[in-house]
């Protein structure tokens, strides 16, 4: 008996190295997976329509709305409301993996006054507005393509925010009219080794670009010119949308079937595929540590 024993033990120490390298195994999985999931999405913008160049969202572990910070009849997001400036700015809540487009008009710190008339168009079928401000002030249903909220603030701002954004890809375009008392608009940009904000040119459309991870192979489509005065809050017919997006030629980045990882320093693409393994590799690496921490065990 004694003898066995010391076998017994002999065969622990045998195959704990294996039990080491198959436990580091299922953890580096298990990690991937995660950071896969709350990988921050890759964003495009463009005032023309077709040279499009990357962009950051902002990122946080808070919803969309709570990051919008209202109270006082005004918005008070971490990016801060100039005066005389209208922002949009993309967010994503990693921590439900969830995008939201967020637009903002006035300064709350600077008792700011003004009205702007935003039009969003090709807005996805998932879109729902998740904060408006102020409070039922603005209607918006679920899934509506096009709509035009007016914003008229008051020593304050006025802000808007969508979310539902990725589950699918779109070409969002928007643009601004009935101007009064803003005189910068903006789109912030996260990314660490960029500028904060880029300065927009109000009298051009913005047109903003995501690509979900379910629709790669399918076309992009740029919202075309408004054929007829359709209004604010109507549904617009997807059969109007013809226009198959063309990628952009030239050096900028292009869209592709990769994340960006959050802090990285390459946000366009061209060729860098994502560091992350892929979900087939991630399984591969767990089903082997499996096999192994069985292996030891029968030892």
């Known amino acids: 008996m004694r003898t066995s024993i010391c076998n017994h033990h002999w065969n622990a120490d045998r195959f704990r190295p294996a039990f080491n ?6 953890s580096l999985a298990l990690l991937a997976g995660a950071f896969s999931a709350s990988a921050a999405p890759v964003l495009e913008f463009s005032q023309n329509g ?25 918005g008070h ?7 005389a400036t209208s922002t949009a700015a993309m967010y994503w809540d990693e921590k439900r993996s969830a995008l939201s487009l967020i637009i903002v008009s006035g300064s709350a710190e600077s008792k700011d ?23 039922g002030e603005y209607e918006y249903d679920k899934g509506q393509e096009l709509t035009t909220p007016r914003f008229v603030y008051k020593n304050g701002a006025d802000g808007v925010i969508y979310s539902g954004l990725e589950k699918s890809s779109w070409v969002i375009k928007i643009s601004l009219s009935q101007i009064k008392g803003v005189k910068y608009w903006r789109l912030a940009n996260d990314g ?9 040119d109000m009298k051009k459309p913005l047109y903003l ?18 054929t007829t005065n359709q209004g604010g809050g109507k549904k617009r017919p997807r059969s109007v ?13 292009l869209l592709g079937p990769y994340k960006v990882l959050p802090g990285s320093n390459n946000p366009g693409g061209g060729g860098i595929g994502n560091p992350i393994p892929e979900p087939g590799g991630i399984l591969m690496l767990a089903g082997l540590g499996m096999m192994l921490l069985r292996r030891g065990q029968r030892g």
């Open 21 to 26: 390298f198959a436990r580091r195994l299922i």
């Open 50 to 74: 077709k040279d499009f160049a990357p962009f950051e969202a902002i990122e946080g572990t808070a919803k969309a709305a709570t990051y919008y910070d209202y109270y006082t009849q005004s």
């Open 77 to 83: 997001p971490a990016f801060g409301t100039p005066k």
């Open 113 to 135: 006054s003004g009205q702007v008339r935003y039009k969003l168009d090709n807005l996805p079928w998932s879109t729902y507005l998740s904060l408006s401000d102020d409070p």
């Open 192 to 200: 660490e080794t960029s500028d904060a904000f880029v300065g927009l």
């Open 209 to 226: 670009r995501y690509q979900g991870e379910d629709d790669e192979d399918d076309d992009v489509v740029v919202p075309p010119p408004p």
């Open 241 to 253: 949308m013809t226009k198959t997006f063309t990628p952009p030629s030239g050096n900028l980045p």
